[in-house]
């Protein structure tokens, strides 16, 4: 006897069927709020912007940014081993879809995420028909789920991250998450403390095989941009806060007002998570009584600048390649924190907050390998920094181990899921 359904998704799907007008009340919304693509708003209705090609179509989903940046070294590994297909990847951010834009190989076809209403997600995947689909850590969204299981599309969850919150939220509600989680016939964890809480939730053994994040290829950096920011910064000691949020700036800020007491030719790069937080971070930066110079206003950085803000998109591989240390933001706050292989690649020394439950593995490898630097508050960062600024050798070091490391472990991963998802692929007629 088939089990009932949860209450709470017969609700959820029974309000979204009668909340059309609420749907587009929101994406309105979001649009005036800038958090939406004028020119693309269609596609969050499920209107296709372009036709289905011709042949097996692989859907790759990402919510954002970096769950979207996992699909590339994925749809390179897949397009190498099944030259046949077409990849549809989806997100749902505009910064997402800018960089899928820029990335993205030409077999590949990126589209926003419908909003999960009915009728939205029914033109979605009446126009798309995918063969099958991988969805990257998190996206549980009831109604796309329930009309993929409806047209019997073979369905993945790689990579899956479910924070400590979210599961505890989700354990009030067991019935509901082992529906949801029974449209996937793959489920693969993050690490194991996330493999742990799905098994817990879908009720069935769920393994890992690393995180696809250690797979990425490094971040772009053109060397063009590399020597002009190189150029202005000269022979100055240099640090950068990547990925801050709201909250995290003012730290930052008040370790490097204790750097310059000690080291007054160390300049700080700041690249806050959300580029439109640049008007928010200068103010910020000036009421500290900075000197500063902004990258989208065009702004270059000299002898007088004391905080360079970065607030443009696609540019944190330039700013990782010409800074010495990188304090890697989310992580002061419990955000999570962000991939600290992104640095580790491209020739820094990493330091980072106590909040890095997103990659609590990876940190704490990085931590035992003398890969990077835990740091609890302001008082903490700018000790380290003094430190490491100062000397040159042991920032060096840190620097090459962490290089290393992240070189080791990304060789493995793609590989294991790789192989792990062939049983998908072959019942959607792809594989064999």
Same mark, same amino acid.
């Given at each position: 006897?088939?089990?009932?359904?949860?209450?709470?998704?017969?609700?959820?799907?029974?309000?979204?069927?009668?909340?059309?007008?609420?749907?587009?009340?929101?994406?309105?919304?979001?649009?005036?709020?800038?958090?939406?693509?004028?020119?693309?708003?269609?596609?969050?209705?499920?209107?296709?912007?372009?036709?289905?090609?011709?042949?097996?179509?692989?859907?790759?989903?990402?919510?954002?940014?970096?769950?979207?940046?996992?699909?590339?070294?994925?749809?390179?590994?897949?397009?190498?081993?099944?030259?046949?297909?077409?990849?549809?990847?989806?997100?749902?951010?505009?910064?997402?879809?800018?960089?899928?834009?820029?990335?993205?190989?030409?077999?590949?076809?990126?589209?926003?995420?419908?909003?999960?209403?009915?009728?939205?997600?029914?033109?979605?995947?009446?126009?798309?028909?995918?063969?099958?689909?991988?969805?990257?850590?998190?996206?549980?969204?009831?109604?796309?789920?329930?009309?993929?299981?409806?047209?019997?599309?073979?369905?993945?969850?790689?990579?899956?991250?479910?924070?400590?919150?979210?599961?505890?939220?989700?354990?009030?509600?067991?019935?509901?998450?082992?529906?949801?989680?029974?449209?996937?016939?793959?489920?693969?964890?993050?690490?194991?403390?996330?493999?742990?809480? @799905?098994?817990?939730?879908?009720?069935? *053994? #769920? !393994?890992?095989?690393?995180? +696809?994040?250690? $797979?990425?290829?490094?971040?772009?950096?053109?060397?063009?941009?590399?020597?002009?920011?190189?150029?202005?910064?000269?022979?100055?000691?240099?640090?950068?806060?990547?990925?801050?949020?709201?909250?995290?700036?003012?730290?930052?800020?008040?370790?490097?007002?204790?750097?310059?007491?000690?080291?007054?030719?160390?300049?700080?790069?700041?690249?806050?998570?959300?580029?439109?937080?640049?008007?928010?971070?200068?103010?910020?930066?000036?009421?500290?009584?900075?000197?500063?110079?902004?990258?989208?206003?065009?702004?270059?950085?000299?002898?007088?600048?004391?905080?360079?803000?970065?607030?443009?998109?696609?540019?944190?591989?330039?700013?990782?390649?010409?800074?010495?240390?990188? @304090?890697?933001?989310?992580?002061?706050? *419990? #955000? !999570?924190?962000?991939?600290? +292989?992104?640095? $580790?690649?491209?020739?820094?020394?990493?330091?980072?907050?106590?909040?890095?439950?997103?990659?609590?593995?990876?940190?704490?490898?990085?931590?035992?390998?003398?890969?990077?630097?835990?740091?609890?508050?302001?008082?903490?960062?700018?000790?380290?920094?003094?430190?490491?600024?100062?000397?040159?050798?042991?920032?060096?070091?840190?620097?090459?181990?962490?290089?290393?490391?992240?070189?080791?472990?990304?060789?493995?991963?793609?590989?294991?899921?790789?192989?792990?998802?062939?049983?998908?692929?072959?019942?959607?007629?792809?594989?064999?």
């Amino acid at each position: 006897m088939a089990e009932p359904k949860a209450w709470s998704l017969k609700t959820y799907r029974a309000a979204t069927r009668l909340l059309k007008p609420a749907a587009n009340y929101v994406l309105e919304r979001r649009l005036r709020a800038g958090k939406e693509d004028p020119q693309r708003l269609s596609e969050r209705r499920g209107v296709a912007s372009r036709p289905r090609p011709e042949g097996k179509v692989l859907w790759l989903h990402g919510a954002s940014v970096g769950e979207s940046l996992s699909v590339l070294p994925l749809v390179d590994a897949l397009a190498e081993a099944h030259p046949e297909l077409t990849f549809l990847v989806t997100s749902g951010t505009v910064t997402s879809a800018e960089l899928m834009g820029k990335r993205l190989p030409a077999i590949a076809i990126h589209q926003y995420i419908p909003i999960d209403q009915p009728h939205f997600v029914r033109s979605f995947l009446d126009h798309w028909k995918p063969d099958a689909g991988v969805f990257i850590e998190s996206e549980l969204w009831p109604i796309m789920l329930d009309e993929a299981g409806r047209r019997d599309i073979p369905l993945a969850l790689i990579n899956g991250r479910m924070s400590p919150r979210s599961f505890e939220s989700w354990k009030g509600k067991r019935r509901a998450a082992k529906e949801l989680l029974s449209a996937f016939e793959i489920i693969i964890g993050q690490n194991q403390e996330n493999a742990e809480r @799905f098994e817990t939730l879908a009720q069935r *053994p #769920v !393994g890992t095989l690393g995180n +696809l994040k250690h $797979a990425a290829e490094p971040l772009p950096a053109p060397s063009e941009e590399i020597g002009e920011m190189k150029g202005w910064l000269g022979s100055r000691l240099r640090w950068l806060a990547a990925s801050t949020h709201e909250g995290e700036e003012l730290p930052v800020l008040q370790a490097h007002r204790q750097i310059m007491g000690e080291l007054d030719d160390a300049v700080l790069l700041v690249a806050p998570r959300h580029p439109v937080r640049g008007d928010e971070v200068e103010l910020l930066c000036r009421e500290q009584g900075f000197q500063t110079a902004r990258r989208s206003k065009g702004e270059a950085l000299t002898e007088k600048t004391e905080i360079y803000i970065a607030d443009t998109l696609g540019e944190l591989g330039v700013l990782y390649s010409v800074s010495d240390i990188a @304090f890697v933001g989310g992580s002061l706050l *419990p #955000v !999570g924190g962000h991939n600290p +292989l992104e640095p $580790a690649r491209l020739g820094c020394a990493i330091l980072h907050g106590p909040e890095v439950f997103n990659f609590a593995d990876t940190y704490a490898a990085m931590r035992r390998s003398g890969s990077s630097g835990l740091v609890r508050n302001e008082r903490d960062l700018a000790a380290s920094l003094i430190r490491l600024l100062g000397d040159e050798k042991t920032r060096k070091a840190m620097a090459g181990q962490a290089a290393s490391w992240s070189e080791k472990s990304a060789k493995t991963v793609l590989e294991a899921l790789i192989e792990a998802l062939e049983p998908l692929l072959l019942r959607a007629g792809i594989a064999g």
